[in-house]
């Protein structure tokens, strides 16, 4: 008994140390020497008495939520206007863009062009922060590529292009011995521009320290891509907060993929054909077709919208604002018709009224024709009378 309270007592002495009183400590401390000196089980001391006065005075244990004050936590840290928020698509169990297949773990929708697309598990096994600089690095170049390829065929001089077709030099159609060493020198300084910013630092610059606050909820490293460059200002075009920047680099990545998309069409095209890709293309001439399917397409999206669910893959539906404007169109047209039918009225009366002015000058100079010939035969025939 004696050894079981000098090993029980100080362990509940300790634990007890950070919730209670001070003399609630003082009263345990002295059980526990109570204990240690008592000689026999017939010791005088009563073990019970420092515990009777415990039971009394019960311990008071510390609230430690009570310090925890959310008044303390910033806001802004929860305000996706001030930082980017992670896991937009933490609900969803599929994947956005690819909806038989599980949403990829790391890609929850954070980052800007975050859809969900990884078929090949890459993300899982490679830097996500080195994909997205490699990303948006090759996008750049496609978009530079896709407007400067056909403008090249359309524009350039003969000598500049491969070929007997005045094709774009590419490492499909070939080169020339001259536009060999153009294209030589242009992907030599690219490479030296490539190789002075792969390791560079982004968190120093007036952008970088801007894109290292907007994801401080994500990570530390900023924004992929970051070559502090806006010489123009429009980086703040879609608003000056955190998901204004991160809308417009879902805009560039999104651009930028179809360009990749544009670029590997073109250069598979004239490899495969050996003709130019502007040639016999709407795209590149003038013509009334493509203004009309750009507006068709624009008018299309102002009443309807395209749309994929867990049950169908392709769904056109009209969407409320497209209620709205079929309803205002409606309206227009049966103002503007009646409006037609009431000046078609008074136009028919209207040229009625000048057909009958008309009618009546017209008899009225017939009659006066008349009169005239009458009196010339008259004048004529008076010798012979």
Same mark, same amino acid.
């Given at each position: 008994?004696?050894?079981?309270?000098?090993?029980?007592?100080?362990?509940?002495?300790?634990?007890?140390?950070?919730?209670?009183?001070?003399?609630?400590?003082?009263?345990?401390?002295?059980?526990?020497?109570?204990?240690?000196?008592?000689?026999?089980?017939?010791?005088?001391?009563?073990?019970?008495?420092?515990?009777?006065?415990?039971?009394?005075?019960?311990?008071?244990?510390?609230?430690?939520?009570?310090?925890?004050?959310?008044?303390?936590?910033?806001?802004?840290?929860?305000?996706?206007?001030?930082?980017?928020?992670?896991?937009?698509?933490?609900?969803?169990?599929?994947?956005?863009?690819?909806?038989?297949?599980?949403?990829?773990?790391?890609?929850?929708?954070?980052?800007?062009?975050?859809?969900?697309?990884?078929?090949?598990?890459?993300?899982?096994?490679?830097?996500?922060?080195?994909?997205?600089?490699?990303?948006?690095?090759?996008?750049?170049?496609?978009?530079?590529?896709?407007?400067?390829?056909?403008?090249?065929?359309?524009?350039?001089?003969?000598?500049?292009?491969?070929?007997?077709?005045?094709?774009?030099?590419?490492?499909?159609?070939?080169?020339?011995?001259?536009?060999?060493?153009?294209?030589?020198?242009?992907?030599?300084?690219?490479?030296?521009?490539?190789?002075?910013?792969?390791?560079?630092?982004?968190?120093?610059?007036?952008?970088?320290?801007?894109?290292?606050?907007?994801?401080?909820?994500?990570?530390?490293?900023?924004?992929?891509?970051?070559?502090?460059?806006?010489?123009?200002?429009?980086?703040?075009?879609?608003?000056?907060?955190?998901?204004?920047?991160?809308?417009?680099?879902? /805009? &560039?990545? #999104?651009?930028?993929? %179809?360009?990749? !998309? =544009?670029? $590997?069409?073109?250069?598979?095209?004239? @490899?495969?054909?050996?003709?130019?890709?502007?040639?016999?293309?709407?795209?590149?001439?003038?013509?009334?077709?493509?203004?009309?399917?750009?507006?068709?397409?624009?008018?299309?999206?102002?009443?309807?919208?395209?749309?994929?669910?867990?049950?169908?893959?392709?769904?056109?539906?009209?969407?409320?604002?497209?209620?709205?404007?079929?309803?205002?169109?409606?309206?227009?047209?049966?103002?503007?018709?009646?409006?037609?039918?009431?000046?078609?009225?008074?136009? /028919? &009366?209207? #040229?009625?009224?000048? %057909?009958?002015? !008309? =009618?009546? $000058?017209?008899?009225?100079?017939?009659? @006066?024709?008349?009169?005239?010939?009458?009196?010339?035969?008259?004048?004529?025939?008076?010798?012979?009378?």
């Amino acid at each position: 008994m004696k050894l079981s309270l000098s090993i029980i007592l100080p362990l509940l002495a300790n634990q007890a140390c950070a919730f209670s009183q001070n003399r609630y400590l003082s009263a345990l401390n002295s059980a526990v020497v109570s204990a240690e000196t008592a000689s026999d089980e017939s010791a005088a001391v009563p073990v019970s008495t420092p515990v009777a006065a415990s039971e009394e005075q019960e311990p008071v244990l510390m609230d430690v939520t009570k310090d925890f004050q959310e008044d303390a936590i910033d806001p802004k840290i929860l305000d996706p206007k001030y930082r980017v928020q992670p896991g937009r698509y933490n609900d969803r169990e599929m994947s956005i863009s690819v909806p038989f297949l599980k949403r990829p773990s790391k890609l929850d929708g954070t980052h800007a062009g975050d859809v969900g697309f990884d078929p090949l598990g890459l993300s899982e096994t490679n830097d996500l922060y080195v994909m997205m600089e490699a990303e948006i690095r090759h996008a750049r170049l496609a978009m530079l590529a896709v407007v400067g390829w056909p403008l090249s065929e359309l524009n350039a001089p003969s000598w500049m292009l491969h070929g007997k077709t005045h094709l774009a030099p590419s490492v499909l159609n070939g080169f020339d011995p001259l536009n060999f060493i153009g294209f030589a020198a242009v992907f030599g300084a690219l490479g030296y521009f490539e190789f002075q910013t792969a390791f560079r630092r982004v968190d120093n610059t007036p952008m970088g320290k801007i894109h290292t606050e907007d994801m401080a909820n994500v990570w530390k490293y900023g924004v992929p891509g970051d070559y502090n460059f806006d010489p123009l200002n429009l980086y703040s075009c879609l608003g000056d907060t955190a998901d204004g920047r991160k809308a417009l680099r879902e /805009a &560039e990545i #999104a651009h930028g993929r %179809a360009a990749m !998309l =544009g670029i $590997t069409y073109f250069a598979l095209w004239e @490899a495969v054909s050996g003709h130019p890709i502007v040639e016999n293309s709407m795209f590149f001439h003038p013509n009334a077709v493509l203004p009309l399917l750009g507006f068709a397409y624009l008018a299309f999206g102002q009443f309807y919208e395209i749309e994929a669910d867990d049950q169908y893959l392709f769904q056109v539906r009209q969407t409320s604002e497209g209620k709205v404007n079929a309803s205002r169109l409606k309206n227009l047209i049966a103002a503007t018709s009646g409006e037609a039918q009431e000046n078609g009225a008074k136009a /028919a &009366e209207v #040229a009625g009224d000048v %057909a009958n002015i !008309l =009618g009546y $000058t017209g008899k009225e100079m017939g009659v @006066a024709y008349e009169k005239a010939l009458n009196a010339y035969e008259k004048f004529s025939m008076r010798n012979y009378e």
